[in-house]
C-alpha cells in the first residue's frame, strides 16, 4: 500500500516531521510518500494563505495520480483541511484530511475535547470545520499564540506554549482529549500524552490509520455526487495548466 502524505505549504522540514509520525505508525507494508509543493506560501496561518495553498496541494496530489506505481490513498498534513473538497473530486482513492481524522478520533476517547492550534486567526476556521464534522457541541478551539513557523525552532519556546494550553485546556474546558491542531505539532502527540494524563491526539497519524483502515476495506472516494471528477473545460491565463482533463 502506498500513501501519499501531502504538505499543503511550502516548508520542507514539515513535510519531513509530518512523514516521520506517518511512517512510526504505519502497518508493515504501508510505504509513506511524503511531497509539498513547489508553489505557496511557506505556512498557513487564516483563510488567504489557505486559499493560496490549494493549486500546489492539487498540482501535488494530480502529479501523483498520474504516477505508476500509484497510491491508495491520501493525507492532507494541514489541520485547516485544505482543498479536501477538491482534492476528493480530483482523487479516486481516499482523501483524508488531518483536522476531520484528529476530530473523529478524539471523540472516540471521551466527551469533550479541545484543540490547541497555533494563532488566533486560525480559531474561526477550526470551529467552522468542528460544526462541519458535527463535533462542536463538544469541542473547544485554543490558540497557542504560536507561528506555525516557530514549531521549527527547538529554541523558539513554541512547545512550551503548547504545553502551557493544554493545561489549561485540561483545567478549564474539562477536556477529556487534546487534538494537536497543527501539522507542525505531530512529533509531539506521544510525549504530551504521557505527561498531561490525556490522550492527546496528532492528525497526521490519525489520518494515516484512517487511510490505510479505508484502503484494506477497498472502499473509495464516491463519484455520483459532488465528489465526481472535474468536468474537463478550459480555463485561462495561470490556471491554464489545471484545465481538467477527460477521465480515462
Known sequence: ???LVVNPNTTASMTEKAAAAARAVAAPGTEIVAANPA??????EGYYDEALAVPGLLEVIAAHERAAPGIDGTVIACFDDVGLDAARCLSAAPVVGICEAAMKTATLLGGR??????????????????????????????????????????????????????????????AESVVLGCAGMADLARALTAEMGVPVVDGVTAAVKLVEGLAVLGLRTGKTGGYAFPLPKPYAGDMARFAPAPQP
Open 39 to 44: 508553489m505557496g506560501p511557506a505556512s498557513i
Open 113 to 174: 475535547f479541545s484543540v490547541v492550534t497555533t494563532m488566533p486567526r486560525s480559531v474561526p476556521a477550526l470551529e467552522h470545520l468542528a460544526e462541519r464534522y458535527g463535533v462542536a457541541g463538544r469541542c473547544r478551539v485554543r490558540a497557542a499564540g504560536v507561528p506555525v513557523l516557530a514549531l521549527e525552532d527547538p529554541a523558539s519556546g513554541a512547545v512550551e506554549r503548547v504545553r502551557e494550553s493544554i493545561r489549561h485546556a485540561i483545567a478549564e474546558d474539562r
Open 1 to 3: 500500500m502506498r500513501i
